[in-house]
Structure formats: structure tokens, C-alpha cells
């Protein structure tokens, strides 16, 4: 069973950071495509980083986090992490992990809240 568990959201001023983590269980992430997603109340989730899996690619990020955003992975700990810089009150939103184990069917984690005070 596919599992993915964030955390290291929380409160954070205008230009600080925040480190999210995904642990993947149930697979070995390394292999697929997985991806930084975020959403607002009443809005659509939004891609917000991926990195490619085995199959090779390049790492993309939306284009209002590109310089200040920067997705990894850490293949022992299964785990894909977002370094989120100069945070805006824009950033505000629940971030999901989420993992492409077939092309366009997504597993998702629960979520973890960011909040940047405006």
C-alpha cells in the first residue's frame, strides 16, 4: 500500500523558510516522478515542483516559485523534500506530496499547512 506522510509546514514570516518532507512507503521513490502540489480554499491545486523519476526528465517548478523553490531527494530515507526561501504571503496554502506511479494517476499525502503572515 502506498503511503506518503508530510510534515515541516507551519508559521513563518515574510521572507523566511520552511523545509517540507514526503516519506514514501509501500515503494521506492526513487523510481517515479514525484511532485510538490499546492492549494488554496476555493481554488484548483496547483503543480508546485516535480522531479522525474528513473525514466529521466527535467526537474520543473512553477514559474512563481522557480528561484526561491528547490525540490530533492534523499533515496535512503525515501523521502522528497521542497526547500521553500524568501516565502510570500502568496506561499499560504496546503502543500501535497504526491507520486506517479502510472502516468497521470497520482497517490497523494494528506497535506501540510504553510502560512505566510501578509
Known amino acids: 500500500q502506498v503511503q506518503l506522510v508530510e510534515s515541516g509546514g507551519g508559521l513563518v514570516q515574510r521572507g523566511g523558510s520552511l523545509r517540507l518532507s514526503c516519506t514514501a512507503s509501500g515503494i521506492i521513490a526513487n523510481n517515479y516522478p514525484m511532485s510538490w502540489h499546492r492549494q488554496i480554499p476555493g481554488k484548483e491545486r496547483e503543480l508546485v515542483a516535480r522531479?522525474?523519476?528513473?525514466?529521466?526528465?527535467?526537474?520543473n517548478y512553477a514559474n512563481s516559485v522557480k528561484g526561491r523553490f528547490t525540490i530533492s531527494r534523499d533515496n535512503v530515507k525515501n523521502t522528497v523534500y521542497l526547500q521553500m526561501n524568501s516565502l510570500k504571503a502568496e506561499d499560504t496554502a496546503v502543500y501535497y506530496c504526491a507520486v506517479e506511479i502510472v502516468k497521470g494517476h497520482y497517490y497523494w499525502g494528506r497535506g501540510t499547512q504553510v502560512t505566510v503572515p501578509s
Open positions: 522531479v522525474p523519476g528513473l525514466e529521466g526528465g527535467d526537474t
